[in-house]
T-cell receptor, first 111, second 113 residues
Framework: QKEVEQDPGPLSVPEGAIVSLNCTYSNSAFQYFMWYRQYSRKGPELLMYTYSSGNKEDGRFTAQVDKSSKYISLFIRDSQPSDSATYLCAMSGGSSYKLIFGSGTRLLVRP | EPEVTQTPSHQVTQMGQEVILRCVPISNHLYFYWYRQILGQKVEFLVSFYNNEISEKSEIFDDQFSVERPDGSNFTLKIRSTKLEDSAMYFC???????????FGDGTRLSIL
């Protein structure tokens, strides 16, 4: 079983749609959960950072963590063409600070 | 907004040659990291560095790799004798403390011929 699994997409939605991106993981030691956005030929850009279970909202973005199901989600409301990018989930925990990444989901928001 | 900067953006090197990738982390950050991303694959952890020493490294980070913080601002990754399979994007990251968010640079694309 892979440590972090993420549907690679691509996911194509019309402008204004609500987007749901998800990751599952197997390591119960993970406590810190992040979502990064990566545009072509750029580095990962931090979008959301959450600790343990619960929800966090920042503008059009909402991150959810369900540790009991080992499942995390990122919701994007009112999606814009500029949101078209690859979205990476990443997590860490236990005695290690290293990030374990998902494979990334490519999102295309059509005007 | 402060950012992590990496140079060069693209490095082309002959197999067997040494290469040094450079990074300037965010100035008040204490933890530094290198990751790599082979084309079409996941971002993979290489090494973390704190208080002038390696705090953790992956199986990828063998004797051919080394890291250094030669002065108060730069953080470097050296590959001693490059192999074809070292071709990848190499990302530097930094964080204020260990369990705080890591901020990434835009990477160095390393091409080994």
């Amino acid at each position: 079983q892979k440590e972090v699994e993420q549907d690679p997409g691509p996911l194509s939605v019309p402008e204004g749609a609500i987007v749901s991106l998800n990751c599952t993981y197997s390591n119960s030691a993970f406590q810190y959960f992040m979502w990064y956005r990566q545009y072509s030929r750029k580095g990962p850009e931090l979008l959301m950072y959450t600790y343990s279970s619960g929800n966090k909202e920042d503008g059009r973005f909402t991150a959810q963590v369900d540790k009991s199901s080992k499942y995390i989600s990122l919701f994007i409301r009112d999606s814009q063409p500029s949101d078209s990018a690859t979205y990476l989930c990443a997590m860490s925990g236990g005695s290690s600070y290293k990030l374990i990444f998902g494979s990334g989901t490519r999102l295309l928001v059509r005007p | 907004e402060p950012e992590v900067t990496q140079t060069p953006s693209h490095q082309v090197t002959q197999m067997g040659q040494e290469v040094i990738l450079r990074c300037v982390p965010i100035s008040n950050h204490l933890y530094f990291y290198w990751y790599r991303q082979i084309l079409g694959q996941k971002v993979e952890f290489l090494v973390s560095f704190y208080n002038n020493e390696i705090s953790e490294k992956s199986e990828i980070f063998d004797d051919q790799f080394s890291v250094e913080r030669p002065d108060g601002s730069n953080f470097t990754l050296k590959i001693r004798s490059t192999k074809l399979e070292d071709s990848a994007m190499y990302f530097c990251a930094s964080s204020p403390e260990g369990n705080q968010p890591q901020h990434f640079g835009d990477g160095t694309r390393l091409s080994i011929l």
